[in-house]
T-cell receptor
């Protein structure tokens, strides 16, 4: 069975540009979460989506947005990129929105902002 | 507030030794913790979790201990193998009404043969 898949794996952008990252959850999983992992640090929560609705949001500016599609895949959008947005962006899926559900992470998209 | 932290950034052990990775947290109301393993180029992988109604939980070669008095938890890996080399994170799962993990900085475990 395929795990969580993310695309692209690597991306280089310049300051001020916009980026869209994509995530396909494990088949049957309805919840998708996004995390940002800066080099040398632990992942930091950005969003959780369940049944196409935002269920939770972390402490990130409005430049960050996301959406979930009817097939439960998800996109993370970042506008007006800053150098500090350079990071590994991780997507995680789970079967339900329950707190106790195990999260399954993809391998991430490495974003470099120059 | 929500925060977790680790005592050591890097732990070096010999193959076959037991490894202990420590983690401290600050919120006395925290009641659910998870340990993740992240290998180079991959996302975090669930290892084991523990809730505050337990002091100890065991898995395959791993044991998590929770000391609520001093707000400390540890991950013990028995008979450490080269394949255990990775960064290990403790994460708190706060009761926010949605799925959110608060990760610590991580400890790099290096296993030499």
């Amino acid at each position: 069975d395929a795990g969580v898949t993310q695309s692209p794996t690597h991306l280089i952008k310049t300051r001020g540009q916009h980026v869209t990252l994509r995530c396909s959850p494990i088949s049957g999983h309805k919840s998708v979460s996004w995390y940002q992992q800066v080099l040398g640090q632990g992942p930091q929560f950005i969003f959780q989506y369940y049944e196409k609705e935002e269920r939770g949001r972390g402490n990130f500016p409005d430049r960050f947005s996301a959406r979930q599609f009817p097939n439960y895949s998800s996109e993370l959008n970042v506008n007006a990129l800053l150098l500090g947005d350079s990071a590994l962006y991780l997507c995680a899926s789970s079967p339900s929105r329950d707190r106790g559900e195990k999260l399954f992470f993809g391998s991430g998209t490495q974003l470099s902002v120059l | 507030g929500e925060s977790v932290g680790l005592h050591l950034p890097t732990l070096s052990v010999q193959e076959g030794d037991n490894s202990i990775i420590n983690c401290a947290y600050s919120n006395s109301a925290s009641d659910y913790f998870i340990w993740y393993k992240q290998e180079s180029g991959k996302g975090p992988q669930f290892i084991i979790d523990i809730r505050s109604n337990m002091d100890k939980r065991q898995g395959q070669r791993v044991t998590v201990l929770l000391n609520k008095t001093v707000k400390h938890l540890s991950l013990q890996i028995a008979a450490t193998q080269p394949g255990d080399s990775a960064v290990y994170f403790c994460a708190e799962n706060p009761n926010t009404g949605f799925q959110k993990l608060v990760f610590g900085t991580g400890t790099r475990l290096l296993v030499s043969p």
